[in-house]
């Protein structure tokens, strides 16, 4: 299959204050059009600075990044940063006008040179990102979630051919931050735009996006897609930023019946099985947490502490002595 190029780092490379350990070294990426790629790593992994290269508001040391072949202008060069077919979005909502209604701040992004348009195309969007109610009040009596999606509609409204997120969905309720996430997959899928996100939320990344990347200390260390990569990440970083799994050394995987001939062994919740054996009761509840549909069962052995996802509630309280089975593991 032949190649186009759309959005490319090649061997980018951008420190700040010339010191290695910051900004991101030697990145080379290539963003799918029409897809939701997701960035994570750690807190001061890179994510920022990344997305800040690839849109052209920042420029690299070295390397280059290039849109539909073409090498991207920095700050230096354009007068205002960022590329014209993109648009990003970041927690800070700075650039919406407190004093205006939603619904003029989206509006006043398209020309009156056509005023139908503008206004269906206005309401097209207060719509979509469920704000429509909203539409004649003042943004400064907005939250912060409200806010946000204020923020993306405005940034759509334009029609860029790359939404670049940089944590936006940070101050949204979680009731409402699922439904936010699925408008811009509908939009993705109904208008083939392109969305970098950038995210330490496992569960957003994991629903929302195509690909992950994943990015530590400025340099990526893997990528592929969600399912590939929650079940077998290659590094134990990736393991436990998708997942709260908990991280054994050999010794403690032994009190779990594992015999490991690697270092480390990383379990999650939903592997750990609670069984009872009339025989071994070498584990103890120490605490049952009620989720919801679900309970985590914290339970304990010879000072090790272990999570257990249990979907069959009120089955364990505290003191229990129980066995457990591991359904499955991952080794490093
Ligand atoms: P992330 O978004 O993953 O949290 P950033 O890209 O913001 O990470 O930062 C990566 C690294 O670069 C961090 O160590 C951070 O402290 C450093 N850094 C980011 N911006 C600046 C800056 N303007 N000046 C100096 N150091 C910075
Ligand atoms: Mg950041």
Redesign the pocket.
């Known amino acids: 299959m032949q190649h186009t190029s759309f959005l490319d780092a090649v061997s980018v490379t951008k420190n700040?204050?010339d010191k290695k350990?910051?900004?991101?070294n030697n990145i080379s990426i290539s963003i799918a059009p029409g897809k939701i790629t997701a960035i994570v790593?750690?807190?001061?992994?890179?994510?920022?600075?990344?997305l800040k290269l690839l849109f052209g508001l920042l420029s690299p040391d070295s390397g280059k990044v290039s849109f539909r072949g073409e090498e991207i202008w920095g700050p230096e060069i354009k007068l205002i940063p960022g590329h014209d077919d993109m648009r990003m979005v970041t927690q800070h909502t700075d650039d919406l006008n407190l004093f205006a209604t939603v619904y003029e701040n989206i509006a006043q992004l398209l020309p009156n040179t056509d005023i139908d348009y503008k206004a269906s195309e206005t309401e097209r969007y207060l719509k979509q990102l469920n704000i429509y109610k909203l539409k004649d009040k003042r943004v400064a009596d907005l939250s912060g979630g409200e806010k946000q999606r204020v923020a993306i509609a405005r940034s759509l409204i334009t029609k860029p051919e790359v939404l670049l997120l940089d944590e936006p969905f940070n101050q949204v309720d979680a009731s409402f931050r699922e439904g936010l996430q699925q408008n811009i997959r509908t939009i993705v899928q109904e208008t083939g735009l392109t969305v970098i996100l950038?995210s330490h939320d496992p569960a957003e990344v994991l629903s929302m996006a195509d690909v992950l990347v994943v990015?530590k200390d400025?340099e990526i260390v893997e990528s592929g897609t969600p399912e590939d990569l929650f079940r077998k990440p290659e590094m134990l970083y990736t393991a436990q930023l998708l997942s709260n799994r908990t991280v054994l050394n050999k010794e403690e995987a032994l009190l779990c019946d594992i015999k490991t001939e690697k270092e480390t062994v990383a379990i999650s919740p939903e592997h750990v099985i609670l069984t009872s054996s009339l025989t071994r009761k070498d584990w103890t509840v120490k605490q049952v947490l009620f989720k919801g549909f679900f309970e985590d069962v914290i339970i304990e052995k010879d000072g090790l502490e272990l999570r257990a996802l249990n979907l069959n509630k009120k089955e364990y309280k505290t003191g229990d002595k129980i066995h457990i089975r591991i359904a499955q593991f991952l080794e490093y």
Do not use: H
């Open positions: 700040y204050n350990a910051s900004g991101v790593g750690e807190s001061g992994s890179g994510k920022s600075t990344l950038v990015i400025g």
